[in-house]
């Protein structure tokens, strides 16, 4: 591989206009993603009454389901994005996953819906890591933090949407001919109406037009010299890396492989909760009320700590890492880790909360902290290849993070509760988030030790 060449002057970012559309379109899409995720998890209450499920069936359709081909096309449609249109791969991606949200209100069995489940992960799997890429030649590289940490708001925002509009339909607030397919129905049909307005709307960027140094050529794709304000682009566009190259790349960055493991340990308690939250509410606090109206006061109770906890820590951490990353790159591993040591007891003390109204304000924190990761690390992912390898190193990360973390967290903590439930009967899932929780301890472990190594493995 020959010597990377030397820095050229980045291109002038579109218009702050611009940007901001462009922001607001890719966090919209990025709602609907886990609008569309996660609203199962509300509607796994009378989804288990109506075909007669346990915790163990509602783990592999909130988990296994979704995960298994999410994570794994991810990979090589990050390839894609990496030498095709970003744009066009997320407005497919979007049509698809909206498509089947819509034919999981179809279902009339476990494996009908299981199927539709895993269509909705196959769709999903083109949004995210492309979408990355985009943020990154739309921002420049002070402010991708804070531009991945608004983006990521789409998780907090998005799955408190899911949860308070599915629980409103499913409970019978809107109208009482409406049940949980119908909810399944109009968030899908919805997400296939932004679509067209999207591809319409954002343009595709130049790539790595606003990074102030080249991309690394690859040897058996040599970069070919262009002309203009735009050459040192075009020469990384003409810059085909594979797979195995973006592998050896991040092979000799330690960091990476932290930061993703760390954040896989988060995200295994993170999805765990969010789709269990729902269910455990319902059980433990509101035993005595119907299906709907259990399904109701779950949503709003849960979907508020979701906008508020899951929003406010999203920011925060992006907001830290942008301003005491810009002294030392360590930060971005720091920030984080500090914010999963501190979850770790909130966690227990809502478990162990009496009252619906004390386990809500224990939870909204731990939320917040559990979050604060996004911002932080994904700006690092950013910044530890080069932008013709982004998407791919970006795949690469949600592989790991999403086989364990929505693949293996959604299962285990069903699992346990199924486990539990002889002992404990209602109270399983109570116990199972409590041991869930212990891995946060683990992530902030991963975090600082990536600390040690991330200024090193930072893209120069």
Known sequence: MSQTQAAATPLKPPSARYRVWVMVMLFLVYAFNFLDRQIISILAIPIREELGLDDRQLGLLGGIAFAALYSTL?????????????????????????????????????????????????????????????????????????????YSLGIPIGSAFGVVAGGMIAGGAVSENLDWRAAFIIVGLAGVLL??????????????????????????????????????????????????????????????????????????????VFFWMPSFLARSYFPDLSTAEATIQSAWLFGTVLLVGGSAGVM??????????????????????????????FYILGAMSETAAVAIVMFMIP????????????????????????????????????????????????????????????????????????LYIVAGTLFLLASRTISRDWEK
């Open 195 to 272: 679509a067209p307005i999207f591809k319409l709307t954002v343009r595709e960027p130049v790539r790595g037009g606003l990074d102030p140094v080249k991309a690394a050529p690859v040897e058996k794709h040599p970069p070919q010299q262009g002309e203009g304000i735009a050459a040192k682009a075009i020469d990384e566009a003409a810059t085909k890396p594979g797979v195995w190259d973006v592998v050896r790349l991040l092979a000799k960055k330690p960091s990476f492989w932290l930061l993703s493991l760390g954040a896989s340990c988060s995200s295994m308690m993170g999805y765990g």
């Open 316 to 345: 925060l951490g992006g907001i830290l890492a942008d301003r005491l990353g810009k002294a030392k790159k360590s930060f971005y591993a720091i920030v984080p880790a500090v914010a999963f040591f501190l979850a770790f007891p």
């Open 367 to 438: 939320t917040a902290l559990g979050l604060s990761w996004l911002g932080p690390a994904l700006s690092a992912f950013q910044h530890m290849a080069p932008p013709n390898m982004r998407a791919m190193a970006s795949a690469i990360f949600l592989l790991i993070n999403n086989l364990l973390g929505i693949g293996v967290g959604v299962y285990v903590l069903g699992e346990l509760s199924t486990y539990l439930a002889p002992t404990f009967g209602t109270e399983s899932l109570r116990y199972s988030i409590m041991f869930g929780a212990s």
């Open 74 to 150: 991810g990979v090589p449609i990050a390839w894609l994005a990496d030498r095709a249109s970003r744009t066009w791969i997320v407005t497919v991606s979007l049509t698809v996953w909206s498509g089947f949200t819509a034919l999981c209100g179809m279902a009339q069995n476990f494996w009908q819906l299981f199927a539709a489940r895993v269509g909705v992960g196959v769709g999903e799997a083109g949004g995210v890591a492309p979408s990355y890429s985009l943020i990154a030649d739309y921002f420049p590289p002070e402010q991708r933090a804070r531009a991945l940490a608004i």
